[in-house]
């Protein structure tokens, strides 16, 4: 019997820790937020990633929001969300917006402010 093998390689953001901003959920730790240079760097190279190859390095989305015309948003938390238990409403919030297009590839990638 033939076991099934996937082409995919592993996707490698350089300078890019993974597993420090998976374990960072909603960014409550702080984590995400010390990594935004590094982040800033990479946002070229995650253009182009398909939805699992984002999900492989930045893992579960904190939010994702679906558009006409199949198109996609992958939204994470970065700093001071309100999910977080020492949130202040008053700080400025900061999140990373992956857009996809109706293919599933990461077209846009934007660092915003709220």
Not at 30 to 43: D, E, H, S, T, V
Not at 49 to 61: A, H
Not at 86 to 99: K, P, Q
């Amino acid at each position: 019997m033939a076991g099934l093998y996937s082409c995919n390689k592993p996707v490698d953001l350089p300078n890019f820790d993974e597993s420090k901003w998976q374990s960072d959920h909603n960014g409550c730790l702080g984590r995400r937020l010390q990594m935004m240079n590094n982040l800033k760097q990479c946002k070229e190279h995650i253009k182009g990633l398909t939805e699992d190859e984002i999900v492989q390095v930045l893992g579960k989305p904190d939010k994702n929001e679906l558009y006409k015309r199949n198109q996609k948003f992958y939204i994470y938390e970065i700093a001071n969300a309100t999910e977080c238990e020492s949130s202040n409403e008053e700080a400025e919030h900061i999140y990373l917006n992956i857009r996809f297009n109706a293919t599933g590839l990461a077209k846009e990638v934007l660092i915003y402010n709220d």
